[in-house]
């Protein structure tokens, strides 16, 4: 068990030093001061809008759970269920993955429900049917305005989208997994077997649902960065940021950085360079944006401990 521990403490500290690396040697390469210059131009205006947006996200988000969470008869509320995701956006913003406010969600949604199987099975098909929806909306775009990116960029776009749709319909291909023998192979581990039942058991109605309501969280999302850039002056076609954004997102579920920095950083300046905008706007637009997640986190910080205030009173003065 030590062991264990320790290779998660190292794994931990190995990719906070890769974000804070990453992230220093963009700032020297790109330059502090423009980009703090460029920090320092934007307008508030826009950023409001784009704070205000993000946060109407969050509770769409918390609207698809709803719905699958209804699907497998959990009854749990919205306030609740947003609540939840503010908490596990804290965890996103400080914990070295893209992922850590999922393993809260789960935890916590858990404890209250007592059915952890389905507590994973409708997290990770929250997480899924946001990023295939990106990538379909990508997709999309791509067939009017292939000529905007590279080939490669393109095919990257193509593969993303078929690998991702192609690994979807698999797993909710039962008799597939059964013929192939891969469902014998996830019926040897039983907590495996039960989070399949449960993203089995959700059914196309409930899934349909959260790609529906994936479509509008993902126009909120993609609106936010379009706001965060006329913040910054930058005035470039919406369909970049249908080519580009989908493209990070997949990049930020990655386990490799703390929050994402560093890798998002570098998927901004990369990408957007092929609308032509320069490094540092595409820097601070990337920062802009991590600053938004912050400050959503920041919410979910207080939420989270106001929660454990009133269960330690509670918990004192036998409520």
Known sequence: MGEVKLSQVLTSALKVFLSLGLLAFILHQVGWEQTWASVQMAQPFYLLAALSLYLIGVAVRAYRWQIL????????????LTALYF?????????????????????ELAKQSERSAASVGTVLIDRATGLLVLFLMALTALFFSYRLITPALAIAIVLLCVVAWCGAVLILKR????????????????????????????GPRAIGGALAVSLIFNALLITVNYFIALSLGVKISLYYFLLFIPIISFLLVLPVSL???GIREGGYIYLFAQAGVPAHLALTMSLTFYALTVATGCIGGVIYALEGIYDLCAKRMGW
């Open 87 to 107: 908490i596990g956006a804290f965890f996103n913003s400080f914990l070295p993955t893209g992922i850590g406010g999922d393993v809260v969600r789960i935890y």
């Open 69 to 80: 969470l209804t699907a497998l008869r959990m009854e749990v509320s919205l306030p609740r």
């Open 175 to 202: 008799d597939w997994l059964e013929k192939w023998g891969l469902l014998q192979v996830i019926s040897k581990v039983r907590q495996l077997e039960k989070v399949y039942e449960s993203v089995h058991h959700c």
């Open 259 to 261: 929050s994402g920095l």
